[in-house]
């Protein structure tokens, strides 16, 4: 059972090396990934809890972005780099929505990025902005995989779902395919699979990722191989321990994933950024 807690946040409009700021109206995320890179934060917050088990709720964050936006200079917002803004919290407190609201009112540019088709709720206020994209991550079509590795997400379907309806309502729309992990998403079969439902997309770009071994996810990925994939353990340690190995694992994907963007039609619209 999670432990859930309502806390107070001083400051929520943080500076971010993905776009100017980033909002997290959550810390901690009840999607609980296998692949996560957020889990490091768990540092920050005092809980004993592991990654996707705890979360706190910033209930004032509304009131702290509305105040933060007139002091800020206006930049581009990403929402969100360390929780997924619309996990199943937000269905209550609707933080995210509501902090959505003012940055558009106050003149920020929005981008966005879930695994939640709770999002759709908020397409009226990115239908208007100004300056909004909806991103959904996809990293396989087979749904019982996709349970394994982002067990409390919204299915594939329905996030191809809202990139559907969001793009009929105007809105940028994009797909973030990673991270692909080796040997499991990153196989011919899952990616051809992919690419060719998402050519019948309407979507702008198409981002794919790699799997990055930051803090945590080795012993994340370790713990879940154990349980589903015993026999790729040792080519994950040898990804996480041989820099070598790993560049040339790169290397070679990011070849596979041109050639399979090339074949479904869609090398305009890939971009790779696993370099
Ligand atoms: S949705 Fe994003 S932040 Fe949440 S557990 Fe998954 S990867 Fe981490």
Redesign the pocket.
């Known amino acids: 059972m999670a432990v859930q807690r309502e806390i107070h946040a001083k400051s929520v409009l943080t500076k971010s090396g993905i776009s100017d700021y980033s909002v997290n109206c959550y810390s901690g ?5 296998v ?5 490091y934060m768990r540092k920050f917050t005092g809980h004993v809890e592991p ?2 088990q705890y979360l706190d709720v910033k209930i004032n964050a509304p009131e702290v972005l509305a105040r933060e936006v007139t002091r800020k200079p206006a930049g581009r917002i990403f929402f ?1 780099s ?3 803004g619309w ?1 199943s919290a937000e269905r209550k407190y609707e933080l995210t929505r509501r902090c959505l609201k003012i940055a558009a009112d106050a003149g920020f540019g929005i981008s966005t990025l ?2 939640s088709a709770l999002i759709s709720r908020d397409l009226d206020i990115l239908s208007s902005a100004p300056d909004a994209s909806l991103g959904c ?1 996809i990293t396989t079509l087979d749904e019982s995989l996709r349970r394994k590795i ?1 067990p409390a ?1 919204s299915s594939s379907t329905d996030r191809i779902r809202v990139l559907e309806r969001a793009s009929e309502m105007g809105v940028r729309t994009y797909i973030f395919c990673g991270p692909l992990l080796p040997g499991i998403t990153d196989t011919p079969g899952n990616i051809e699979a992919m690419f060719a439902r998402l050519s019948q997309l309407n979507v702008n770009s198409i981002l794919v990722d790699k799997l990055n071994f930051r803090s945590g996810v080795l012993e994340s990925m370790l713990e879940f191989l154990g349980r589903f994939q015993p026999r790729l353990i040792p080519v994950y340690r040898k990804l996480y321990l041989d820099p070598q190995e790993y560049e040339a694992y790169v290397d070679n994907l990011r070849v596979r994933v041109e050639q399979i963007s090339r074949s479904a039609g869609l090398e305009e619209r890939v971009e790779i950024i696993c370099r």
């Not at 692949?35 to 889990?39: H, I, L």
């Open positions: 995320c009840l999607h609980n990934c692949y996560c890179y957020a889990r990654w996707g969100s360390a929780c997924d996990q879930t695994k991550t982002e997400a």
